[in-house]
Structure formats: C-alpha cells, structure tokens
C-alpha cells in the first residue's frame, strides 16, 4: 500500500466506535503497494488493516471485492476478511473516501521467491480459482486488452522520456495484442495482481493472499500468466524455467490447464507484460504531489515483454507437455 489519504487519530477513533473491536492503541500507515491507503490499526482487540479506497478503485465494484473475500474465506481460502460494522455494514467512510476494516493475516511476503514458494503460490492460485467458481457476482476486467489503449493514450507521448522507442515497441505489441487476445478459455473468478507481495508465507507455505482489488471476472490461464511474470523472472531480467516449472506444476496438481489454455499462455504471459508496463508508466508519470508512495519500474516489464516476444510455446516457460 500506499498512503495518499492521511487520517487523524481523532478521526480514527470516532470511526472506530462505530464497530465491535475494542479501542484504538495504535496504528499507521503502510508504505507498502501503490493503489490504494492503508493503515495497520491496533485496537484493544488485536490488529486490523484499513483500507482507503483511492482513484483506480470504482465505489460501484466495492461490494464485488468485499463478497468475493467472503466467500473465499468461506471456501477454506486465507484471504483478509471484512469487519462488519455495528450497524452490520462492512462499507463505510473516512477522511471522504471509501473505506473496509479486514482481518490482519499472519504471515510474511518474499521479496526473492525460491522454486518452493512458486510452487506453493500455483497451488494457492487453483485454490483461488476453484473457491472461486461458484462466487455468484461478476465484474469485468477493466484492464484488460480493451483497457490497454486507454492507458496508452494516457501516456504514450510522454513513453520516449521513460525509454527511446518505448511508445513505437508498445502501439506494435498493442496491435499485435489487439488483433489476436484469446476469444474464448476457460473464465471466473480471477486475483489479476497476484504478485510476491500480496502473498504471505509462514515457514515457506502459503499462509495467506491479500489484495482483491483488481479481481474480476476473466480467463483463469491469464491469471497464471500474470504470475509467471511476477515470480519467476530474476532480479537480473532472466526467466527462470525452474521457478516457472514449479509454479505451473503447483497449479496444475489442483487445476490442469487445457489444451487451449497451453496454446494461449505466450499470448497471456505478453499481454499480461503490457498491461502491466502500462499501468507503471502511467502511474511513474503521475505521481500525486505529498503522497507516501513508491512507483514501480515500467521498465523491468519492458524487459519481460521482450522476453515473451521470443517464447515459441509454453514449454518454454517450464510446462510438462
Ligand atoms: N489483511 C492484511 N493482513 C496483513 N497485512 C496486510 C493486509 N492487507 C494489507 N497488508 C499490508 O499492506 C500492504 C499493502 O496492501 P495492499 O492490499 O497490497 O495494497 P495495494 O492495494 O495498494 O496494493 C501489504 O503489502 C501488507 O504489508
Ligand atoms: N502489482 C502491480 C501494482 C499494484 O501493486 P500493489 O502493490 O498495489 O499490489 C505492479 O507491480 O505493477
């Protein structure tokens, strides 16, 4: 998380009384992410997680994220659960923006997954997806192919200032993208950001994932691709095939992918590359004056992207055929 949302401990308290879990001790916001505000809160009870809602965040898909929490946790997933209210509401408001008090889950994110903590993260992930199949609610993805030109515009001609040649490598893998995003995989409930750090492990199994966010409704082998590229490349740029291996090997001991979904991973594994440099450079030539946020590097997706440009199938990516 971020902070770009300050509240005042006065401000917080009063909030506070509105709901059964104790009195303020303490709490403070978490540098953390880059899209919404959160603060951890310790009352009398134990230690919660606030969460402000902020701009990428539409009101209207608040009761989609906080249901889906729900019924994972219901299904046996460890996710944060929201807090209800006295009045039983588990929305509210604070500091004028939308806010959810969830559960604090134990556990700590890696910064340098191994192979173990890929393989046990492809596990979560079917998990996710099978809880998931019957969450009754839908939300489309707003980024996903159709959203990628928006952002583009948005940003595109001030691209050549983060890289040369930035904006003429993204409006060619765009159009490429454009012309051949699958039609028809496998689709539900999907996480879509599921990087290192909104997974906590304890001893080095999955205790928990955090962040609903971005969830939507989408193809379930994008998720897998959104994952490939967030935990199995090196700090150095290297894919690499044994972290890979293992992530798809976790995944498909719970959930085997289909043929359709093996042909199309190049494909997902690229447009999920863009639509994440889109995103970092978006927010890397926006950043709002005062806030407590750190932005990320569009261009190590850059880099990702190439990498996925010379993939021929996914075994390259470690898939037993
Ligand atoms: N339920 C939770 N339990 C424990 N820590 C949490 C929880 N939710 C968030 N955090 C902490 O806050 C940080 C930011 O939260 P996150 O939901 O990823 O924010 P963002 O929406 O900005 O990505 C996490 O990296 C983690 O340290
Ligand atoms: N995971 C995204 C940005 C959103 O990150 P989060 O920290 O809010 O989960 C990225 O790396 O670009």
């Not at 009063?14 to 104790?22: E, R």
């Amino acid at each position: 998380m971020a902070v770009y949302t300050d509240v005042s401990p006065a401000e917080l308290g009063t909030f506070l009384s509105g709901y059964d879990i104790g009195t303020l001790t303490s709490f403070h916001g978490i540098a953390e992410g880059v899209e919404n505000s959160n603060f951890l809160v310790q009352t009398t009870t134990g230690s919660y997680i606030l969460t402000l809602y902020e701009k990428r965040v539409k009101t209207g898909d608040l009761p989609f994220f906080i249901g889906l929490m729900q019924h994972l946790a219901a299904r046996g997933l460890s996710c944060p659960q929201p807090v209800a209210a006295r009045s039983g509401a588990m929305l509210a408001q604070i500091a004028d923006r939308p806010a959810a008090m969830v559960t604090f889950l134990p556990g700590v994110s890696v910064r340098r997954p191994t192979a173990q903590h890929c393989a046990e993260l492809g596990h979560g992930l079917a998990q996710l997806h099978l809880a998931g199949a019957d969450f009754p609610m839908r939300r489309a993805n707003a980024l996903s192919v159709a959203g990628w030109r928006p952002l583009f515009e948005a940003a595109g001609s001030q691209a050549d200032d983060v890289a040369p040649g930035l904006a003429a490598t993204i409006a060619e893998e765009l159009g490429r993208l454009e012309a051949s995003w699958p039609a028809d995989l496998p689709s539900g409930v999907i996480h879509a950001d599921l990087f290192p750090d909104n997974a906590f492990f304890l001893d080095d199994r999955l205790s928990g994932i955090i962040d609903f966010y971005f969830a939507c409704t989408d193809f379930l082998a994008y998720d897998v691709a959104v994952c490939l590229n967030a935990w199995c490349f090196e700090a150095d740029g290297a894919y690499n095939v044994t972290k890979g291996r293992a992530l798809l090997a976790g995944y498909e001991a719970l959930r085997p992918l289909s043929p359709a979904e093996k042909a199309a991973l190049p494909r997902l594994a690229r447009g999920a590359a863009l639509r994440f440099l889109l995103t970092r450079l978006v927010d890397w030539l926006n950043v709002p004056e005062g806030a407590l946020v750190r932005p990320k590097d569009p261009l190590e997706y850059l880099r990702k992207l190439r990498f996925h440009r010379a993939v021929d199938s996914a075994q390259d990516y470690g898939l037993v055929a």
